[in-house]
């Protein structure tokens, strides 16, 4: 299974304001801080709302999720980027940048929930982030725009509880 690390952006139902978000985006590169060059492909989709998305992927990332520590550190470094980038981009509603992050929430489903969602790095246009109660969970982000700032990717490795530990250590005794 690929888990796509991406920038995904919900820019309503002109399907014109996502080509240009993707246009902003589409090609751009960087070098990151471990000197690996990375390069942006986006792609513009609709959701069974009927709203326009852009996606914005960059290469040389991992698609199985986050397996290390290093890829966690490389994937925070291009999120870092990315929302740089996102600050000066055409309009959009809201974005997120993760893994698997596409089409996180329509945008009935973000506005319809009883509370704002809590999802560190969510950018809401100004319009949005008010018709949903203007949270003061947000900063400001760009003109028109604020945010629940970016907390970067993690690694996680799988915790178990010592009487697991001690029964998987069994298994590697040899008899």
């Excluded at 069974?48 to 992927?57: D, F, G, L, R, Y």
């Excluded at 690694?155 to 590697?172: F, R």
């Amino acid at each position: 299974m690929v888990w796509a690390f991406s920038l995904s952006a919900e820019c309503g139902a002109d399907q014109v304001a996502a080509e240009q978000f993707a246009q902003h985006f589409d090609g751009f590169s960087w070098v990151l801080s471990n000197g690996q060059q990375s390069q942006c492909h986006a792609a513009v989709f609709q959701d069974i709302e009927e709203n326009w998305w852009c996606q914005v992927c960059p290469s040389g990332i991992s698609d199985m999720g986050i397996d290390r520590s290093d890829i966690a550190y490389q994937m925070t470094d291009l999120g870092i980027l990315l929302y740089q980038q996102l600050q000066s981009a055409p309009p959009f509603r809201y974005a997120l940048v993760g893994v698997e992050v596409d089409e996180f929430r329509t945008y009935h489903e973000l506005t319809s929930e009883a509370t704002i969602p809590s999802f560190p790095g969510l950018v809401l246009g100004e319009t949005v982030w008010r018709s949903l109660g203007a949270s003061t969970l947000f900063r400001p982000f760009s003109t028109g725009y604020v945010w629940q700032p970016y907390e970067g990717e993690v690694y996680q490795p799988l915790m178990v509880p010592p009487d697991l530990k001690n029964k998987l250590s069994e298994l590697l005794v040899l008899r």
